[in-house]
T-cell receptor, first 112, second 114 residues
Framework: EAGVAQSPRYKIIEKRQSVAFWCNPI?????LYWYQQILGQGPKLLIQ????????DSQLPKDRFSAERLKGVDSTLKIQPAKLEDSAVYLC??????????FGSGTRLTVV | AQSVAQPEDQVNVAEGNPLTVKCTYS??????LFWYVQYPNRGLQFLLK??????LVKGSYGFEAEFNKSQTSFHLKKPSALVSDSALYFC????????????FGPGTRLSVLP
């Protein structure tokens, strides 16, 4: 089966600019996650979708981050405006009911 | 709330020797435990999981992990390390009482020396 697709792979922006990331999960996976992985740390959950509804966004900085999954398939994560501390790898993952995740390759964001 | 600890930032082992990467966890209900590996500039790759059943779980690339409920541990092991095993390893836990949300440990960097 095809994996989780993410784009772009890399992005460099200046602080206060906006940026968007895209994720296409594995076909049929109802649950989609966005994680933020800061260098040297483990991934931290930002938001979890079940189909097109939000299950958990308690750690999403809602003043600047937003995410949507309008048709219950693809998802976009947006940051507006970006701060230096947003520099990280943004990982998308999807899962079915077999308890495990499949991760995409991630988008490496550098804010300068 | 669930949490995961990986007490070692770095593990160094000689090629051909056995390796262990440690993980301890805290959950309120029954744990679902996972190991993932991350190679440079790559996403996280699934290695193995413990849901229920036999405490010794075998996974990809010759790795295995042992679930120890009394010690709340889930250490990752391999009998004979390869240089290509050098990577970042993450332990993750999901509490059966908290839906599908995973919590990841901080990661352990494994270096296998030739």
């Amino acid at each position: 089966e095809a994996g989780v697709a993410q784009s772009p792979r890399y992005k460099i922006i200046e602080k206060r600019q906006s940026v968007a990331f895209w994720c296409n999960p594995i076909s049929g996976h109802a649950t989609l996650y966005w994680y933020q992985q800061i260098l040297g740390q483990g991934p931290k959950l930002l938001i979890q979708f079940q189909n097109n509804g939000v299950v958990d966004d308690s750690q999403l900085p809602k003043d600047r981050f937003s995410a949507e999954r309008l048709k219950g398939v693809d998802s976009t994560l947006k940051i507006q405006p970006a701060k230096l501390e947003d520099s990280a790898v943004y990982l998308c993952a999807s899962s079915s009911q077999n308890y495990g995740y499949t991760f995409g390759s991630g988008t490496r964001l550098t804010v300068v | 709330a669930q949490s995961v600890a990986q007490p070692e930032d770095q593990v160094n082992v000689a090629e051909g020797n056995p390796l262990t990467v440690k993980c301890t966890y805290s959950v309120s209900g029954n744990p679902y435990l996972f190991w993932y590996v991350q190679y440079p500039n790559r996403g996280l790759q699934f290695l193995l999981k413990y849901i229920t059943g036999d405490n010794l779980v075998k996974g990809s690339y010759g790795f295995e992990a042992e679930f120890n409920k009394s010690q709340t541990s889930f250490h990752l092991k391999k009998p004979s390390a390869l240089v290509s095993d050098s990577a970042l390893y993450f332990c993750a836990v999901r509490d059966e009482n908290y839906g599908q949300n995973f919590v990841f440990g901080p990661g352990t960097r494994l270096s296998v020396l030739p």
